[in-house]
C-alpha cells in the first residue's frame, strides 16, 4: 500500500492571498448575511436580537424598497445602456486614422480618470439652478425661457444624475471596445469590400461578432459597478428630491448610515443576488467555453 | 513532511520574533517606573523638584480634540485657540485639533462610527441631537463629577445644565456648554424701503413680506428677487419649526390642524412663487449664497453667518427675531463639548472644555464666530452687547427650543424630513400626508 504524498507547497503560497481574502471579503459579507436575520439597529443597542426573515419581511412591505428597486433598474438600464451606445460609437471614430487622434484618445478618458465625488460635485454646479452654466447655456440657445432647477424637480432630478454617469462612463466602454477593434483583422474587411458588403453589414456581420466578448464582459462589470454606486448620487442629490433618485445602493447608504445596519444588510444581500443572476449568463458561457 | 516541517518552522521563528518585539517594550516601560518611585523614599529637597519635575513629565498628556468650523476663518480660530491653551495650561496637556466636515449633520454619525470602532477622539465638538445614541451605546464620560468641584460652574446659568441632562435621558451631565447660536431672520434693509415695507412684527406680517419682496427688478417679466431664501434640503427643519408654531402647532404632535396650517403656509411660499425654485434642494451654502447675491430678500440662519453678510452688504443687511403669530418658536442651535469614556485622562480633557465653556477659549471662539455665549462674564462684554446680530439672538432665547432628541431624530432629520418636504412641496402628498408621515417616523 502506497502512502499518499501530499504536496503542500501550492497550499503554502496561496496561504497569504486566501488569509487576506477571508478577512477583508469573505467575513465581512458572512457577518452582513448574519445581520440581516438580526434587529441590528444600534440606535437601540438593547434590542438587538435575531429575527429571522424579519427584515426580508419589512422589506417587501417598504414602498421605498420598491421605488428603489425599479430606480435601480432605470438606473442601470439607461446608464449602462446609453453608455455602451455613446461608447461603441467613439470608439469606431477612436479606431479610424485622423490627425490629432493620440490628443483626442488621451483627451476623451478625462471623464473616465476623474474621481466620482468630484463628477458628482462638478455637475451639481453645472445642474444649479440660480447659477449653473447648463441653464446659461440654453437660456443663450433660446431652448429654454427659464432656469430649470435640475436637481430640485422630481422629473429631472433622475435623468440629471443619469446623464451624468452615461458621460463619466462612456470612456470605459470606449477604450474596452477600441482594443477589441484592435485586434480584428483587416483581411476580413478586405474580403468583405471584395464581396460588396455595406458599412452596416461589416458592422454586424464582423466588428460586433468579433468583440463580442469583450462587449459583453465591460456590460457585465459596468452593470455591477453602477448599481453598487453611490458616490455620484450621494454628492449630486443623497436620493433626493422626493426619494426621486435614491437607488437600492443610496438606500442601503442611508439606511446604515442612521444604523439600521440589520435593514440595511438585507437590502444588501437582496441586491448582491440582483447582481449575481446578471453574472450568471456570462458565468455559465466561461462554463462552456472551458469544457469544449 | 520535511516541507512541512520546515513551513512550521518557519511559522514559529515568525512568532517567537514577534513575542521578543513584545517584550522588550515591556521592559522598556518598566524601568523609568523604577526610576521614579526610588526617590520617593528620600525627602531632600532636590529629591523633591526631580520629583515634581517627573510627576509634571509623566503628567503630560496628548489629547485628540475633534471639532467642525463653518468656514477656513473659524477653522484658523480654532487652531489659535488650541495654540494658545497649549502654550498656557500648566498642566502639561497638548490638545491635538482636527477638523471635521460638519456635512449635513454626517459629522456626528462619522464620530459615532469612529468611537464604535475603538478609534475618534478623545474630546469633541458636540450637538445634542446626538446624545442618546452615543449614551445608549456608554461612549461619553459622565461630566457630574468634575462641574462640581470647577470654581467657574456657576458662571454658565443652570438652565443650560438642565438642557444638557435632558439631553442624554437621565439625571446625569454628559454634555459641556460651549455656545448657543438662535436662528433669526436676516434682511435687506433697502429692499424693504424699495417695496415699502416695515420690519414685520407678526408671523402675518412676515408671510405678507415674503409676497411684497418677491419682484420683477428689471422688467424683464421674469422674478429676479425673491421674498425668502427657503431651506429645503437637510437642516431646513430648524427655520421650517418656526412656521409649524407660527400657526399654534408643536413638535408634540405634526398632526394638529394648527401645525397643519404652519405646514401649508410653508409649502405655498414655494407654489406661490415666494422662494427660488431651486428651494427642495438648497442647503445652506444656496440660501447663503442666494442671499447675499440679491437672489432673496431675506433668509433665516444664525451668527455664525452675520461676519460673511457684514463683509458683503455692510450696513445693508440687519436681523430680526421671527415674529410672533399664535404661537413663537425658533431653534437653539447647540454646540457643545464632550469627553470620551475611552479618554485616558478626563481631568486633563475637563480643564480644556472648561477652558473653552468659561475661559480665553470661549471668548475667542465666540468674538470670532458671533455666536450666543454662554459665560455670563462673556455674555457682559460691549462687543456682544452692541451686536444688532447678537441682539436679535439674544431677544429670541426666551421662545427658543430644540427638536425632540429621540434615537429617530438623526435619521428624521437626515433623510424623512427633507424627502417628505419636497414630496409635498412638489404636490405628491398633501400637507396633512406630510405631517401624517413626519409625526409617525419622528415618534415610532
Known sequence: MRSRKINITPYFLVAPAFLIMLGVVFVPVAKAILMSFQNYDLRRPNSLKFIGIGNFIEIFHDPLFWDAFVRTLLWVGFGVGLQFLFGFILALILNQKFSGRGIVRAVSLIPWCTPGVLIGLMWRWIYDGNYGVLNDILIRLHIIDEKVPFLAQTNTAFPSVIATIVWQGIPFFALMILAGLQGVSQEMYEAADVDGASRFQKLFKITVPSIKNTIFITLLLRIIWVANSVDLIMNMTEGGPAYSTQTLSIYIFNKANVLNMGYAAAISLILTLMLSLAAVPYLRKRFKEEKV | ?444
Not at chain 2, 468674538?367 to 436679535?392: H, L
Open chain 2, 1 to 444: 513532511m520535511k516541507k512541512l516541517l520546515a513551513v512550521l518552522a518557519v511559522l514559529a521563528l515568525s512568532i517567537s520574533s514577534l513575542t521578543g518585539c513584545g517584550g522588550s517594550t515591556k521592559e522598556e516601560s518598566a524601568t523609568p517606573k523604577e526610576t521614579a518611585n526610588a526617590p520617593a523614599e528620600n525627602n531632600s529637597a532636590d529629591t523633591k523638584d526631580a520629583k515634581s519635575e517627573e510627576e509634571t513629565a509623566s503628567k503630560e498628556t496628548t489629547l485628540t480634540y475633534w471639532y467642525w468650523a463653518d468656514n477656513s476663518d473659524y477653522s484658523n480660530k480654532m487652531q489659535e485657540i488650541v495654540k494658545e491653551f497649549n502654550e498656557t495650561n500648566k498642566s502639561g496637556i497638548t490638545i491635538k485639533a482636527e477638523e471635521q466636515p460638519w456635512d449635513g449633520g454626517a459629522y456626528s454619525q462619522n464620530l459615532f462610527t469612529a468611537a464604535m470602532g475603538g478609534g475618534g477622539p478623545d474630546i469633541a465638538t458636540w450637538k445634542l441631537t446626538a446624545t442618546p445614541l452615543f449614551t445608549a451605546n456608554n461612549l461619553l464620560a459622565e461630566l457630574d463629577g468634575y462641574i462640581e468641584k470647577w470654581a467657574d460652574k456657576d458662571d454658565i446659568d443652570a438652565n443650560l445644565y438642565n438642557i444638557m441632562k435632558q439631553a442624554g435621558g437621565s439625571d446625569k451631565t454628559y454634555v459641556m456648554p460651549w455656545n448657543t447660536q438662535v436662528l433669526y431672520v436676516y434682511y435687506r434693509p433697502s429692499m424693504f424701503k424699495e417695496v415699502g415695507i416695515e420690519v414685520p412684527k407678526t408671523y402675518e406680517e412676515f408671510l405678507t413680506a415674503c409676497e411684497k419682496l418677491t419682484r420683477d427688478t428689471d422688467g424683464d417679466g421674469k422674478i429676479d428677487v425673491y421674498g425668502f431664501g427657503m431651506r429645503g434640503a437637510k437642516g431646513g427643519q430648524e427655520p421650517w419649526g418656526s412656521f409649524i408654531h407660527g400657526r399654534g402647532g408643536s413638535f408634540e404632535d405634526f398632526t394638529t390642524d394648527q401645525a397643519v396650517k404652519g405646514m401649508e403656509d410653508f409649502m405655498n411660499l414655494y407654489k406661490k412663487g415666494y422662494v427660488p425654485p431651486t428651494a427642495p434642494a438648497d442647503g445652506f451654502n444656496e440660501i447663503i449664497a442666494n442671499f447675499k447675491s440679491g437672489r432673496t430678500a431675506m433668509t433665516i440662519h444664525h451668527t455664525g453667518s452675520s461676519a460673511g453678510m457684514v463683509e458683503t452688504f455692510g450696513e445693508d443687511v440687519a436681523a430680526f427675531p421671527f415674529p410672533k403669530g399664535d404661537g413663537q418658536w425658533t431653534s437653539m442651535g447647540d454646540t457643545e463639548n464632550v469627553i470620551f469614556e475611552k479618554c485616558k485622562d478626563k481631568e486633563a480633557a475637563f480643564e480644556f472644555v472648561s477652558y473653552m465653556a468659561a475661559g480665553k477659549g470661549q471668548q475667542v471662539w465666540c468674538e470670532t464666530t458671533g455666536n450666543v455665549p454662554v459665560s455670563k462674564r462673556v455674555q457682559a462684554m460691549p462687543v456682544f452687547q452692541d451686536n444688532k446680530f447678537m441682539k436679535a439672538s439674544i431677544e429670541g432665547v426666551s421662545y427658543a427650543g430644540i427638536l425632540p432628541i429621540l434615537d429617530t431624530t438623526t435619521e428624521w432629520v437626515s433623510t424623512i424630513w427633507p424627502n417628505t418636504i419636497s414630496q409635498a412641496l412638489s404636490g405628491e402628498i398633501t400637507a396633512k400626508e406630510a405631517m401624517e408621515t413626519l409625526q409617525k417616523e419622528l415618534y415610532k
